[in-house]
């Protein structure tokens, strides 16, 4: 077991990251990381996964740490009951008056909410690609039973405050109007962008809390295992792992986006189907 002074806390994103393109972990991977563990280092998870689609993942890795979900919206330990949950969200009234805005509903497919009760799917999107391809992106089983299957109209039942919105746009021109129109409704909010694979037309937009974000959780994390900063290592390919990136020792992955890479400090010399995460790691953990 290493000193404490020497312990490194290690913070990794899920989809593009530490998982291959087939959403599967590899048998290197999960060795490594167990063998980073029994050292006494500190692996995390800070995913935009929802806990439902992230948990396997933390089992497979052996995993007893603290877990940041929906881009730390959510912030739980699963293996430990005593954990307080931490719950960033906004108020369930914001999404009422983003989506009264008919010039806003006329250019959205499907709407997806997260909160403490589960996941609401909002559409009056006729194209069964789209609605399919949504809820696979996002990893939501409709069958589930705390996913709600709704009409855009519906949108009052929601009665918990919000973590995270995705809206599909069914034509990227868009963006720039709707993500205009929502900053101009609601200034305190963080919008990002995300694409759907196969569709050359849509996009989505995803928006949290402005304190919902994977720096927050880094420094949370630091502060929770007291390992400094500058002892903090974490893993990231996209917009939603920058704020991370820049506040650790950071790694973009090769496969990772252009801004990802241009922001990190580093890139790691393998993708995430090269296991990029764990070779990395065993060069700077030297084990």
């Not at 393109?21 to 167990?34: G, L």
């Not at 009052?156 to 101009?184: A, F, G, Q, R």
């Amino acid at each position: 077991m290493i000193p404490s002074l020497e312990r490194k806390l290690i913070i990794c994103d899920l989809d593009g990251t530490l998982l291959r393109s087939d959403s599967t972990i590899s048998d290197f991977s999960i060795k490594t990381i167990k063998a980073i563990q029994k050292k006494g280092h500190i692996f995390c998870i800070a995913t935009g996964r929802p806990l439902r689609s992230a948990f396997k993942f933390y089992e497979d890795l052996g995993l007893k740490t603290i877990m940041a979900n929906l881009n730390g919206s959510i912030i739980s330990n699963p293996s430990d009951n005593d954990f307080s949950l931490i719950n960033l969200t906004f108020s369930k009234d914001i999404v009422k008056v983003i989506f009264k805005d008919k010039s806003l509903i006329k250019n959205i497919g499907c709407i997806f909410i997260e909160n403490v009760d589960g996941a609401y799917v909002l559409s009056n999107e006729k194209n069964e690609y789209i609605k399919k391809e949504f809820l696979s992106k996002f990893h939501i089983d409709k069958n589930l039973d705390n996913v709600n299957l709704m009409k855009l109209s519906e949108i009052n039942l929601i009665n918990k405050d919000i973590n995270s919105i995705l809206i599909y746009l069914k034509n990227k021109d868009t963006i720039d109007e709707v993500t205009s129109k929502i900053k101009n409704l609601i200034s305190t909010l963080i919008v990002r962008t995300w694409s759907l694979p196969q569709d050359s037309e849509g996009t989505v937009i995803e928006i949290n809390s402005i304190f919902s974000n994977k720096g927050t959780v880094a420094k949370f994390l630091s502060s929770y295992y007291s390992i400094p900063l500058k002892n903090t290592y974490s893993f990231g390919d996209g917009e939603n792992d920058i704020e991370m990136l820049t506040k650790s020792n950071g790694y973009a992955m090769k496969n990772g986006s252009h801004t990802a890479k241009l922001l990190s400090g580093k890139i790691t010399a393998y993708t995430n189907d090269e296991d990029g995460v764990a070779k990395e790691l065993i060069d700077i953990l030297k084990l």
